[in-house]
């Protein structure tokens, strides 16, 4: 594909789903063609950890529309060499020796220095931000109601509401769906039949700090894609913080009322977290 020499600006971490840019470049991308700008709105898929999936929308130009139909995550080494999309990279995002490109997935090539507005599918951006707040409200839920009825390994940290991050030590798959997320942690000898009183406190914690409609900020380290970007909530408890790459509402209130779900999953000692907001 060619040597590749700038990272792409993104404008998404703060909710962006509206640009204008320049094109780079195009290259070959699953059976079409991968448009390359300066500066992206989308949310490309992190082929290290696909938890959400990437934008989907348009880019225009002189009166035509393409329909962007996937839009995923490019690198190439900065000393240079091709630019490698999504499984092929073989360094997680933000490596400093690479640099880092959204990809948008489109069925023709798009001349480079073409001027182009784009344009997220909206509704479909906003639930999926639904669903990774709740994921990782979830995650802070589940901390607080396995603490006292679970013994959480020695050395576990804790999270930043003082409870042991038995989920971030647990964590075994995280999914993020429309206006929901599917979660699967390992916690062995977690009794089955504690699990209806768990998901009973998980989602009265989850409905007071919607109720609370506190603000969610993404701060990020500088404007590439591969800068890293750190998720806080300034919930009533305390201050939650993680380091997430994805997209997330501007306030809890958007996500209206909660419902949790566990279960067992098929291996033995792995726990099946299922939330959806509506």
Not at 24 to 30: C, G, N, Q
Not at 145 to 156: D, M, S, V
Not at 170 to 195: H, Q
């Amino acid at each position: 594909m060619g040597e590749f020499e700038s990272s792409t600006r993104v404008t998404f971490p703060a909710g962006a789903m509206v640009g204008r840019s320049h094109v780079l470049t195009s290259v070959p991308a699953d059976g079409g063609r991968g448009v390359i700008v300066a500066e992206s709105p989308f949310y490309p898929l992190d082929p290290f950890w696909p938890d959400q999936p990437g934008d989907v929308g348009y880019l225009q130009s002189d009166g035509l529309e393409m329909r962007v139909v996937d839009c995923v995550t490019g690198a190439a080494r900065k000393s240079g060499g091709e630019l490698l999309l999504g499984v092929d990279v073989p360094v997680r995002r933000g490596h400093p020796d690479w640099h880092w490109v959204v990809v948008h997935v489109v069925e023709r090539s798009v001349p480079p220095g073409t001027e182009i507005r784009m344009l997220v599918e909206t509704d479909r951006r906003r639930a999926f931000s639904a669903g990774h707040t709740a994921s990782h409200l979830t995650a802070l839920a589940l901390n607080a109601a396995l603490a006292g009825r679970w013994e959480a390994p020695a050395g576990t940290e804790r999270d930043g509401l003082g409870h042991p991050d038995v989920a971030a030590s647990g964590a075994v798959k995280s999914r993020i769906v429309l206006n929901g997320s599917v979660d699967t942690y390992r916690f062995p000898g977690l009794a089955a039949e504690t699990l209806p009183d768990v998901a009973k406190d998980m989602e009265a914690r989850l409905t007071a700090w919607i109720d609370s409609a506190a603000p969610v900020v993404v701060d990020a380290a500088g404007p590439d894609l591969g800068d890293r970007r750190v998720w806080r909530c300034a919930l009533p408890d305390g201050t939650a913080a993680r380091p997430c790459g994805g997209t997330h509402v501007n306030h809890l209130g958007e996500l209206g009322r909660v419902a949790v779900t566990l279960e067992p999953a098929e291996a033995g000692d792995e726990l099946l977290v299922e939330v959806r907001t509506s």
